[in-house]
């Protein structure tokens, strides 16, 4: 069955701390992968998406995810975390020969502590 | 450019009754997509639909859901009957087209269904 897990459900950081989320997906084929924020009272953005080449993508506002195929993983990285980057992070996969459909992990609250 | 618009933006309705949520795309854009976003769940995919055809509804429960996408106005979500358990943040995304490097979907505010 397609499914995406976020390892992480909370994680509170101090301002200046390193990021990582995790993000596992299960998808047979090729895939496409997302990594969308909801900041709070916002919709959903977009920070990042992986559709092919390097396996290395840099978003939005200083944050990157790496897909490591042979571990069904793109992890989502910031090097130093803001107050602002307080939010909830969304993984996403989608098949490239479906709908475009996108099967999102549960999330992962992200408070950042000034 | 408005982004994708949706409303209302909280609607609230009795057991039994219906529920209409709207969603118009961005302005361009020819498909739509309508998530479910339970209580401490991620977003579960519903529906495609572009203009006047639905796509793929294997997210759908097979009864009381609807949805359409006509050539003129928004696309409608549509529940029948509802039921408590219906409550969850609604939302909606659409894109320009879909295929490889175009995949990006523009997510609405969402619309919170609270069945009383």
């Known amino acids: 069955a397609q499914s995406v897990s976020q390892h992480n459900h909370h994680v509170i950081l101090s301002e200046a701390a390193s990021l990582e989320l995790g993000c596992n997906y299960s998808?047979?084929?090729?895939?496409?992968l997302f990594w969308y924020v909801q900041y709070p009272g916002q919709h959903l953005q977009l920070l990042l998406k992986?559709?092919?080449?390097?396996?290395l993508v840099k978003g939005i506002k200083g944050f990157e995810a790496e897909f490591i195929k042979s571990k069904f993983s793109f992890n989502l990285r910031k090097p130093s975390v803001q107050w602002s980057d307080t939010a909830e992070y969304f993984c996403a996969v989608s098949g490239s020969s479906n709908t475009g459909k996108l099967i999102f992990g549960q999330g992962t609250t992200l408070q950042v502590k000034p | 450019n408005a982004g994708v618009m949706q409303n209302p933006r909280h609607l609230v309705r009795r057991r039994g009754q219906e529920a209409r949520l709207r969603c118009s795309p961005m302005?361009?854009?020819?498909?739509v997509y309508w998530y479910r976003q339970l209580p401490e769940e991620g977003l579960k995919f519903m529906v495609y639909l572009q203009k006047e055809n639905i796509i793929d509804e294997s997210g759908m429960p097979k009864e009381r859901f609807s949805a359409e996408f006509p050539k003129e106005g928004p696309s409608i979500l549509r529940i029948q009957q509802v039921v408590r358990g219906d409550s969850a943040a609604y939302f909606c995304?659409?894109?320009?087209?879909?295929?490889?490097?175009?995949?990006?979907?523009?997510f609405g505010p969402g619309t919170r269904l609270t069945v009383t």
């Open positions: 998808y047979g084929g090729t895939v496409n």
């Open positions: 995304a659409s894109s320009p087209t879909i295929g490889q490097g175009v995949d990006e979907q523009y």
């Open positions: 992986y559709f092919s080449g390097d396996p």
């Open positions: 302005k361009g854009h020819s498909h």
